[in-house]
């Protein structure tokens, strides 16, 4: 029986730009290729925030004591050397150890992920028959 459109008409069993019908996979793959996806998606998603919010979150921290508490970031800790100065050197050093745990994280929890989902469509479309 073939298929109506919203006015009532026949459905073309062709896509309108001339490419032919996409073959949908089958239920069980498209649910394992999706619970993939998602898994990489959330590992992804918590690498990316944590990382952000440490760099940032004590950057926004460093910004408002410079505002809202200049005597104490004024304040003199070691010689000539003032809590502000210090809090800047804790800076640098807070950003790149961010960056080393978002690269150390990546390979641990992410790429293993992302590993697994390119092998399963590859997998998926020598499967098909599709050619690439």
Same mark, same amino acid.
């Given at each position: ?20 019908p996409?073959?949908?996979?089958? +239920?069980?793959e498209?649910? #394992? =290729?999706n619970a993939d @996806?998602? &898994? !990489?998606? $959330? +590992?992804?998603?918590?690498? #990316? =925030?944590?990382?952000? @919010?440490? &760099? !940032?979150? $004590?950057f926004?921290?460093y910004?408002l ?6 005597? !104490? ?8 050397v ?37 092998e ?9 028959g599709?050619?690439?």
């Open positions: 029986m073939p298929g109506y459109d919203s006015y009532g008409y026949d459905a073309l069993p062709y896509d309108p730009y001339g490419r032919a996409r073959q949908e996979p089958y +239920a069980r498209t649910d #394992r =290729r @996806l998602v &898994a !990489l998606r $959330s +590992a992804y998603r918590v690498l #990316r =925030r944590v990382s952000t @919010l440490t &760099a !940032l979150g $004590s926004v921290l910004v004591l410079s505002c809202f508490a200049p005597d !104490l970031m004024g304040s003199a800790i070691a010689g000539e003032s809590l502000g100065m210090a809090l800047g050197v804790f800076q640098l050093v807070v950003t790149f150890a961010a960056i080393l745990w978002y690269g150390r994280s990546a390979r641990r929890s992410v790429d293993p992920l992302a590993r697994l989902v390119r399963r469509a590859a997998a998926s479309t020598r499967n098909a599709v050619a690439r």
